[in-house]
T-cell receptor, first 114, second 112 residues
Framework: GNSVTQMEGPVTLSEEAFLTINCTYTATGYPSLFWYVQYPGEGLQLLLKATKADDKGSNKGFEATYRKETTSFHLEKGSVQVSDSAVYFCALKGRGGGYNKLIFGAGTRLAVHP | EAGVTQSPTHLIKTRGQQATLRCSPISGHTSVYWYQQALGLGLQFLLWYDEGEERNRGNFPPRFSGRQFPNYSSELNVNALELEDSALYLC???????????FGNGTRLTVT
């Protein structure tokens, strides 16, 4: 079945450091890929998405590229801020039939210090 | 545009009771999903409804059930509550297929 694996946290960085959170997936067919962010005490917010191979999703300085050859969708940001501290979830959504649900990775907690 | 709304925000029940959680999707969205997020754990898929029908179900016992109404709002029922049912329950809605899921802020269920 479909699955998502992302790097374990917590990830602790200083402000303005470069961020990478690794995400790889296993899926039948051609899924859509997403990154969601969860700030303390809140629900999930969609951060970015990519629906086909080589697509690059971007939002708020975050980027991720859909790499079919390596089945990866790594999240990057060039310069993190304290306000980026949150839990980040990588997710995939299959197409059609019973696959049309979002499957999440375990989440990676990011803590950014001034 | 109003987002996904869930009620109540918090719910406290005792073991053995029943809990009912409610969700209103974004206007125009026909698919509703329910997820459980237990403390320290990831998001586990519970149920998916589309056009009033249950389309898929996660690996949860039958005491977790729900329905979707003609206006596409949804209800999650948990019967015979157990302590380990304590979690944040998130509802999401979607236009379908490749469209992303949009989440509400959740209902925090505490079972004592």
């Amino acid at each position: 079945g479909n699955s998502v694996t992302q790097m374990e946290g917590p990830v602790t960085l200083s402000e303005e450091a470069f961020l990478t959170i690794n995400c790889t997936y296993t899926a039948t067919g051609y899924p859509s890929l997403f990154w969601y962010v969860q700030y303390p005490g809140e629900g999930l917010q969609l951060l970015l998405k990519a629906t086909k191979a080589d697509d690059k999703g971007s939002n708020k300085g975050f980027e991720a590229t859909y790499r079919k050859e390596t089945t990866s969708f790594h999240l990057e940001k060039g310069s993190v801020q304290v306000s980026d501290s949150a839990v980040y979830f990588c997710a995939l959504k299959g197409r059609g039939g019973g696959y049309n649900k979002l499957i999440f990775g375990a989440g990676t907690r990011l803590a950014v210090h001034p | 545009e109003a987002g996904v709304t869930q009620s109540p925000t918090h719910l406290i029940k005792t073991r053995g009771q029943q809990a009912t959680l409610r969700c209103s999707p974004i206007s125009g969205h026909t698919s509703v999903y329910w997820y459980q997020q237990a403390l320290g754990l990831g998001l586990q898929f519970l149920l998916w409804y589309d056009e009033g029908e249950e389309r898929n179900r996660g690996n949860f016992p039958p005491r977790f059930s729900g329905r979707q109404f003609p206006n596409y709002s949804s209800e999650l029922n948990v019967n015979a509550l157990e302590l380990e049912d304590s979690a944040l329950y998130l509802c999401a809605s979607s236009l379908g297929d490749t469209s992303p899921l949009h989440f509400g802020n959740g209902t925090r269920l505490t079972v004592t």
